[in-house]
């Protein structure tokens, strides 16, 4: 049964509206389909695939959320906890510092001379690390 690609990856926030203009105006992923859940949320897309699904907290009735996906303390949200980061694959570096850059997003750059690889690194507004890959 071995692994063929990562499918997706979840982020529990209270900043739902934040965390999706963040993938969408910075990283370009598109909000797409996504089933009727009994909590708020966002399904992002990269072409015909959801990689990114956000799962919101609400607050004032945070019990369809508990029920479908369990408890999780909100004190412990910052971060990516045991996740150390999640990584893309991409082309056209230039135009990503650029528009990091025109938004005035910090982020951080670094090689990786063996693989052939350069790297950007940028916090969503979880603190979680996403990591852009442009293999030359």
Known sequence: MPLKQLDHFSLRTLEVEKTRDFYVDILGLTVG??????????????????????????????????DYLGEVDVDDLDGS???????FVATKPEQLRLHLEDK??????????????????????????????YFE
């Open 33 to 66: 389909d996504r089933p009727n859940f009994d909590f708020p949320g966002y399904w992002l897309y990269i072409g015909g695939q959801a990689v990114v699904h956000i799962v919101g907290i609400d607050k004032d009735d945070p019990q369809g959320l508990i």
């Open 81 to 87: 906890g045991s996740v150390d980061h999640l990584a």
């Open 104 to 133: 005035d997003v910090p982020y951080r750059e670094r090689e990786v001379p063996s693989l052939n690889l350069y790297q950007i690194f940028v916090d969503d507004p979880n603190q979680v690390t996403v990591e852009i890959n």
